[in-house]
């Protein structure tokens, strides 16, 4: 390449071709001032940027030179387009064109004025590569057409990848967690703002007020949007997901407790329909424009880190102004009787995460009591129904499936250890579900087909009913319930706990609180892979934890629909 007066180097006709949408003065490669590093070659790549000092071949000298000074930063460097959130022509002002320390941490170096852009782009922890955080590097260059010549080539590399949000409804729950809702969307804003994503925000006044406004909402006006994000925890994120699907998600309900009882081979189950079933036709779900985001400002936020990887709100907000996407599983629970004599339409909730009974909802209910505590009511709630130990009876039918029925260990297998009442498996390999995942990225037209299965029947005193949709990983369970549950994979994890005696209760516990742990691995512990079941309880009433949400129920039936929804997520790094 040959260098000219005003920065700009040959372009090579016979490499990385202009994209038709940029300005039609493509450049491949011109010399710039990089804030805080000195004069480097900027060079577009078939799928990025690239840059390299000047003369680098002579730098690595400079860089070892007397009095303990080193240069900032590295001599060559690489962004790829897929990680550039923004691009942005900030105008005239201060490029230090090289940057040097001292052992004291000091920096000097000369610095004059001149035009200047800024590309912003992901940088990846090398010890956590699910923890994203903002990259800022400042280009600058006295000719003004040089800088804008780039910032428009670069744009419009940006508008050619596909699916990145423009316009995004946000709901804020300001009480969230600890109270920090307001505060975490302030700190996150400016990614936003700088991508050029357009928001309206709405700060929620009290309990469902999301629900209702998206619920309310006319199909036009939510079609303007690209998605909608929630800053606040799980159970706010369920609030919005049911405000957006119950009125909007057609399909027939699962079938009721007395239809899984006696199924019929080949027979279909014909469900009533949900209500209003003939309104939102244009908004259909799953649908594949129409994106989630949750920033977490939650107690919890089990959903993002299992999604995610990291409880970070910077790290969702960069998936999210990045257009990333991944398909979730949503569970469909309806109730068919709040009491035992009750007699009402049946409801239905929907799930993302986790719905429970027994300890779960014991758990959820009594916490209620102690909202003033902020999330350490979870940690007291917790203890004060486990030291009450209390078990339900009930009956659960579930779906089975073929993979699950050899894979059951017999009790004789020279691997398992047995003690009594309970055994240890030597631990098996188990592979967690991570981003671009070959089981959650199989094909699936999203549809549940329980028509024909096998049901099979539970029957008995309860600790707990459980039917996890995601691994739920959390800072107190670091595996989640179940370690290699996966995101798309059209399956809900039923764990059911019989009644045991209490030390064996905590040891199962204590294996769900450890990473590498098997608390799935107990004789009173029942773990079934599928698409639905359905629950009794033989008590007058009951209560589960629906996404950390209670739901009176006495009979409940439940199914899953693989990729009904998609989020602004990548999966956590393998």
């Not at 939510?222 to 009125?247: H, P, R, T």
């Not at 009402?344 to 959820?364: K, L, M, Q, T």
């Not at 999330?375 to 499936?401: C, M, W």
């Not at 107190?476 to 059911?496: M, T």
Request: charged share 20%; proline share 5%; aromatic share 10%.
């Amino acid at each position: 390449m040959e260098r000219k007066q005003n920065g700009l180097l040959v372009d090579n006709p016979h490499q990385n071709p202009p994209c038709t949408d940029v300005d039609e003065r493509s450049v491949s490669s011109s010399i710039f001032s990089l804030d805080h590093v000195g004069e480097v070659v900027l060079t577009r790549t078939s799928d990025g940027l690239s840059w390299k000092l000047v003369d680098s071949s002579n730098n690595e000298e400079d860089k070892l030179s007397c009095l303990g000074l080193k240069l900032v930063s590295d001599n060559e460097m690489e962004v790829s387009f897929a990680d550039v959130y923004a691009v942005n022509f900030i105008g005239w002002g201060l490029v230090h064109e090289y940057g040097l320390t001292i052992a004291e941490g000091s920096t000097f170096g000369h610095s004059s004025e001149m035009y200047r852009f800024t590309v912003h782009a992901i940088h990846k922890s090398s010890t956590k590569r699910s923890l994203w955080t903002p990259s800022v590097y400042t280009f600058g260059n006295k000719d003004l057409e040089i800088c804008t010549t780039w910032v428009n080539q670069i744009n419009g590399y940006l508008n050619v990848l596909a699916k990145r949000p423009k316009n995004l409804l946000v709901f804020v729950h300001p009480k969230s967690g600890k109270g920090h809702g307001c505060r975490i969307w302030e700190a996150v804003a400016p990614i936003f703002f700088q991508a050029k994503v357009r928001t309206k925000v709405i700060v929620t006044e009290r309990a469902g007020h999301a629900r209702d406004v998206l619920a309310s909402m006319a199909n036009k006006d939510l079609s303007l949007y690209d998605g909608v994000i929630a800053v606040g925890g799980d159970g706010f994120f369920n609030e919005i997901l049911n405000g957006l699907l119950l009125s909007r998600h057609k399909a027939p309900y699962p079938p009721a407790p007395e239809d899984s009882t006696h199924p019929v081979e080949g027979s279909e189950h014909v469900a009533p329909q949900p209500p209003n079933r003939e309104q939102h036709q244009e908004f259909p779900f799953p649908n594949e424009m129409f994106r989630f985001g949750i920033i977490p400002a939650g107690s919890t936020d089990a959903i993002v880190i299992c999604t995610t990887g990291a409880r970070d709100p910077v790290t969702s907000a960069l998936h999210i102004v990045l257009g990333k996407r991944v398909r979730l599983d949503i569970a469909q629970v309806v109730r068919w009787k709040e009491t035992h004599a009750s007699n009402e339409e049946p409801c239905i909730r929907y799930a993302a995460s986790f719905a429970g009974y027994g300890f779960y909802g014991d758990v959820i209910t009594e916490s209620e009591k102690y909202r003033w505590m902020g999330p350490k009511r979870y940690d007291y709630a917790g203890t004060k129904v486990f030291l009450q130990h209390k078990s339900y009876e009930a009956e659960v039918n579930y779906v089975e499936i073929e993979s699950e029925k050899g894979s059951s260990i017999p009790e004789t297998d020279p691997q398992v250890i047995s003690t009594g009442i309970w055994c240890l498996p030597r631990k098996r390999g188990r592979e967690s579900c991570h981003a671009d995942c070959a089981v959650c990225n199989s094909k699936s037209d999203g549809s549940t087909n329980i028509k024909g299965l096998k049901w099979s029947k539970s029957k008995g005193r309860f600790l707990s009913v459980g039917a996890a949709v995601i691994s739920c990983r959390n800072e107190k369970a670091p595996d989640g319930l179940v370690a290699d549950a996966h995101l798309c994979d059209g399956f809900l994890h039923l764990i059911l706990v019989k009644d045991c005696p209490h030390p064996l209760y905590l040891l199962h516990l204590i294996q769900l609180a450890r990473r590498g742990g098997n608390p799935l691995d107990f004789k009173f512990v029942e773990h079934h892979k599928t698409p639905a079941f359905t629950f009794k309880s033989s008590g007058k009433e009951g209560v589960w934890n629906v996404d950390g949400e209670p739901f009176l129920a006495h009979k409940l039936s439940a199914q899953v629909f693989r990729g009904l929804v998609s989020l602004f997520a990548t999966g956590p790094e393998a």
